[in-house]
């Protein structure tokens, strides 16, 4: 359950920073009013919601690396391809560069605790 809670998570926090930015640039208070709120209160649900997540998922995993992992690489690749979707946004090679080492620095580091928790376990058993 821990995936999902975290992937989820990702994808409240994503779609929350989309939300974020069409009530706060597309939209004014003074000029639509109704969409402005809509926007703003799909953001305050999007981030309560991806709180919820996030610690659901911390309680019911054994590794806070590995949910911190999907639930930042989820948000960040979400919240690229929808940039680039909704507003045309380009992310040069770089920026999805810098992404994958994240990725694939926390994959590192979450190896690395298994294998000391799987050293631990051998010991007690010892």
């Known amino acids: 359950m821990d995936i999902f809670f975290s992937i989820s998570a990702g994808i409240c926090a994503s779609l929350g920073a989309v939300s974020s930015k069409f009530a706060f640039s597309e939209f004014s208070w003074e000029k639509q009013p109704i969409e402005f709120v809509l ?8 981030n309560v919601s991806m709180w919820i997540f996030f610690s659901r998922a911390l309680a019911t ?10 639930n930042t690489g989820t948000n960040f690749t979400l919240t690229g391809i929808l940039g680039g979707v909704l507003w045309g946004e380009a992310h040069s090679m770089l920026w999805w560069t810098g992404l994958s080492l994240v990725i694939v620095g926390s994959v590192l580091l979450l190896t690395e605790q298994q294998k000391i928790e799987e050293q631990k376990g051998k010991e007690k058993i010892r």
């Open 61 to 70: 995993s054994t590794s806070t690396i590995k949910v911190m992992a999907l």
């Open 39 to 46: 926007f703003l209160s799909l953001f305050l649900l999007f």
